[in-house]
């Protein structure tokens, strides 16, 4: 099992960036694919975007329309999601989440982190 930690949110403007980060530590990062998930007020966690363990994969949500880049650096066990030209409906908690699936749905992941708030104000 690892053990995941998000940070990097924060309260940005419309058309801000900001790079979160996923720390992971213990288990085998490195063996692991990392899919980012968001969950606004009142909504269901959706996909985000994911990265297969060897970076070999990426995908993202369609309705990103290209705003957002995964990442990640396996020699740090860190993943990254950088968000570009953040909108108000980009306000929600962000999570990273750890597996051996290549998933977009929630419920296939054991090992998440805690979330970091990021708020896009118009």
């Known amino acids: 099992q690892v053990q995941l930690e998000e940070s990097g949110g924060g309260l940005v403007q419309a058309g801000d960036s900001l790079r979160l980060t996923c720390a992971a530590s213990?288990?085998?990062?490195?063996?692991?694919?990392i899919v980012w998930f968001r969950q606004a007020p009142g909504k269901e966690r959706e996909y985000v975007a994911r990265?297969?363990?060897?970076?070999?994969?990426?995908g993202y949500a369609d309705s990103l329309q290209g705003r957002f880049i995964v990442s990640r650096d396996n020699l740090k066990n860190t993943a990254y999601l950088q968000m570009n030209s953040l909108k108000p409906e980009d306000t929600a908690t962000y999570y990273c989440?750890?597996?051996?699936?290549?998933?977009?749905?929630?419920?296939?992941?054991?090992?998440w982190g805690q979330g970091t708030q990021v708020t896009v104000a118009s």
């Open positions: 990265i297969s363990w060897n970076t070999g994969s990426i």
């Open positions: 989440a750890a597996g051996m699936d290549w998933n977009t749905v929630s419920s296939a992941y054991d090992d």
């Open positions: 213990g288990g085998t990062f490195s063996q692991l694919n």
